[in-house]
């Protein structure tokens, strides 16, 4: 899986940079040999995934070492945290990027043992491990470094989050296998991006969204060979403006933690906005659509799926199909003339997408239940210009301020999965099994408290 620090393209002094620190491919193998050595023989391990060097070390030898790591949120408050550690079965490192040792040999880099295990929500409950093999991982970075014509002449450029597929599997793992040089920008802020000199960016739309607001961010990219888009649907006015102020039409592909990306548009290729492209070589999608519908449920087959959710067979099964095939849970529709796939929505209203961070209302309405003063909780996600949705959570409780509530699920379990506004009401409107309708609560049919 690591071409670049098998020496493939040399070494580099400047390989790989990360919130102003940089390393060449010896000086991280060396780092990520002391992390193996340490890790050798354990089932796991976790590391408080910063945007550092260290995490990046951290990774890479658990890949030496065959030996899977479970990244934790560095935002995580201390239920989420516990919640993975347990779950997992890993113990915490430390990583001194100043140590070295010689990485183990005999291990195959790219085998169908567990590579990583990263936790996303479910609509329900708290997050679950998505073990993910090496094989997947290089098969998926092989199939992007073909359709983006990826190669050991870029420089990649992002500042997303290291403990998710988009900025660690492709932001740092893609740049180790095509021998790209990586600039992580440690933030994703304009600024950032404008002055990081890259030739191929990453952004989820937010991030776009926000350089696409800050026109001399923007045309500083003009010079660069590819943008790309992924993690939620980018807003074509976003394309619009990105192509004005860039001169590049971002290519948009579309992924999954449990799939890692499926489906994308090609370098050099046709881009439309509000299209993902077509499937990555080796996956096979189909739209599962009532007949004369042509808009239905994604789901897909191709070596790039998980191998399961750790410790979760009922979960892993659910997951799929009778005959097989992976259920997106997202809803789809095919071009027939040119196969070029559009996401149209989420199948369930449980599951949002917030600045590119996948969020389960039950987790944040589980968290806000264990408030002593809240009695009833339904959480959605509300279109927002800025992150694709807001959470919005609708509480039933006396003696408590919104703020109160949400810096107690931003201490609980992430920052980034904090209402961004709480909104009081008399009851929680349900059906009559007790299901919350928030249908009700999104079309304002409820009462506000005064
Ligand atoms: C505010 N803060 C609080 C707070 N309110 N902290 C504690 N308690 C409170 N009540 C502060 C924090 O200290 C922190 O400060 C800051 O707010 C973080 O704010 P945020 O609102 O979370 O950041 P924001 O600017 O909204 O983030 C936008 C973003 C982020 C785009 C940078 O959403 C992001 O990184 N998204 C990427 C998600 C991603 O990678 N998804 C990929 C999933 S994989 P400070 O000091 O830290 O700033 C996938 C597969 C695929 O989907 O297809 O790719
Ligand atoms: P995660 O598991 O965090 O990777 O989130 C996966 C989800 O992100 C998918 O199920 C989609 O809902 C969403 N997603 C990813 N890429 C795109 C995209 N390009 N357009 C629309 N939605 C996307």
């Known amino acids: 899986m690591l071409t670049a620090l098998e020496g493939a393209y040399g070494d580099r002094a400047d390989a790989v940079t990360v919130a102003g620190r940089t390393a060449s491919y010896e000086e991280l193998l060396g780092a990520a040999g002391a992390v193996a050595a340490d890790v050798a023989g354990a089932p796991a391990f976790a590391v408080t995934a910063t945007a550092s060097l260290e ?9 030496l070492a065959g030996v899977p790591c479970v990244p934790l949120p560095p ?14 079965g890993a113990a915490e490192i430390a990583v001194d990027f100043a140590r070295r040792a010689d990485a183990p040999s005999g291990k195959p880099a790219a085998s169908e043992d567990p590579a990583l295990i990263l936790y996303t929500s479910g609509t329900t409950g708290p997050p679950k491990g998505v073990v993910l093999g090496g094989a997947a991982i290089a098969t998926d970075l092989d199939a992007l470094a073909d359709a983006w014509q990826w190669s050991a002449d870029d420089t990649l450029v992002h500042g997303l989050p290291l403990f998710h597929v988009h900025g660690l599997v492709l932001g740092v793992l893609g740049a180790l296998r095509t021998g790209s040089r990586l600039v992580h920008t440690g933030r994703p802020t304009p600024d950032a991006y404008a002055s990081a000199g890259g030739s191929l960016y990453f ?45 590049h039409r971002p290519v948009e592909r579309y992924g999954m933690t449990e799939t890692l990306i499926t489906i994308s548009g090609r370098a050099g290729g046709e881009v439309r906005p509000g299209t993902v492209g077509t499937p990555l070589t080796g996956i096979r999608t189909r739209v599962a659509a009532e007949p004369g519908a042509g808009i239905g449920e994604l789901q897909l087959t191709g070596p790039t799926l998980f191998s399961g959710y750790l410790g979760r067979p009922e979960a892993t099964a659910a997951a799929y199909t009778e005959d097989g095939w992976f259920r997106t849970g997202d809803i789809a529709a095919v071009d027939e003339t040119d196969g070029v796939h559009r ?11 917030s600045g590119g961070y996948r969020i389960g209302a039950g987790e944040i309405e589980n968290a806000l239940l264990d408030h002593p003063k809240v009695r009833e909780a339904a959480v959605v996600g509300v279109p927002d210009a800025d992150l694709g949705q807001r959470i919005v959570a609708y509480v039933v409780a006396d003696g408590v301020t919104g703020a109160e509530l949400t810096d107690f699920v931003a201490a609980h379990l992430s920052v980034h999965k904090r209402p961004r506004e709480v909104r009081f009401v008399t009851a929680v409107p349900r059906n009559a099994m007790g299901k919350p309708q928030k249908k009700l609560l999104l079309e304002g049919g409820h009462d506000e408290r005064a």
Request: negative net charge.
């Open 203 to 247: 952004g989820v739309p937010t991030v776009w969204s926000r350089i696409a607001a800050e026109p001399d961010a923007a045309s500083a990219l003009s010079g660069a060979r590819l943008l790309v888009s992924g993690s939620a649907a980018l807003p074509a006015p976003v394309f619009r403006d990105l192509e004005r102020l860039t001169g």
């Open 343 to 353: 996401i149209v929505g989420r199948a369930s209203i449980d599951m949002i997408k």
């Open 55 to 63: 995490t990046v070390a951290a990774v890479v030898g658990g890949l």
């Open 75 to 88: 935002d995580a408050g201390p239920a989420e945290r516990e919640h993975i550690l347990r779950d997992s």
